[in-house]
């Protein structure tokens, strides 16, 4: 979205719509509309996270993956990844 790591609600929500405005694929032409499509939907995948309080800690701590994880039902911490190093290391 193009935010910094301190951003505010405010600001990425503004951010979101502002690019979800120019992506969207009803807004452009026929020619671009692939390439926007899958902007569009990073915009929208970036914002779900950036929004939600608990899903940013998970991801400014263990990345997408551990965006992945989490929605897997799994724990990015106990499942041996990211900031844990190596089991019995």
Partial sequence: ???SRSATTKK???AYR???????PD???ESE???AEEIFIRVAEA???LSDEDKRKVYDKY???GIQMMEQGQDPASAGFGGGGFPGG
């Fill in 63 to 65: 990345g997408k993956q």
């Fill in 47 to 49: 914002y779900a996270v």
């Fill in 27 to 29: 807004k452009v032409q």
């Fill in 18 to 24: 502002k690019l979800a405005l120019k992506y969207h």
């Fill in 12 to 14: 990425i929500k503004s």
């Fill in 1 to 3: 979205l193009g935010v």
């Fill in 33 to 35: 509309k692939e390439k």
